[in-house]
């Protein structure tokens, strides 16, 4: 584990404190922190709350907070949301990909460079 990835788990989680339940059952399941197995429950979790209510203001918070911790970031800092949380979001013409469209510029691209 990468001290980058822990941080921004905690700063997410402390930022989110709707994600501490998360977090425990996450270290309690694997008896430690996984950032990257963490961050794909914190893509489920983003998209329960869209699919619940599309207009959550949390949902659009913990996007902004994710753009900005991407485009403050560095390369190898950066797979943690590219590989993590990017990849686990629905494909164009899947439930909830609507999501899709809060995202910022940086996750934007990001994106479609994931293609």
């Keep these: 584990m990468r001290a980058y990835e822990a941080a ?4 997410i ?9 998360q977090l425990q059952e996450h270290i ?7 950032p990257h197995v963490f961050m ?8 329960q709350r869209f699919h619940d209510d599309p207009s959550d203001l949390t ?7 994710i753009e900005t911790a991407f485009e403050r970031a ?11 949380f990017l990849e686990n979001l629905p494909r164009p013409g899947e ?17 479609h460079e994931i293609g």
């Design 8 to 11: 921004f788990v905690g700063a």
């Design 40 to 47: 794909g429950d914190v893509t489920r979790w983003v998209l």
């Design 28 to 34: 309690d399941d694997y008896d430690g922190l996984l």
């Design 95 to 111: 439930e909830d990909d609507g999501v899709r469209a809060l995202l910022g510029t940086a996750l934007q691209n990001q994106l």
């Design 74 to 84: 560095t390369g190898e800092e950066r797979e943690i949301v590219g590989t993590s």
């Design 59 to 65: 949902v659009r918070q913990v996007l902004d907070f």
């Design 13 to 21: 989680c402390f930022r989110f404190p709707e994600l501490m339940p």
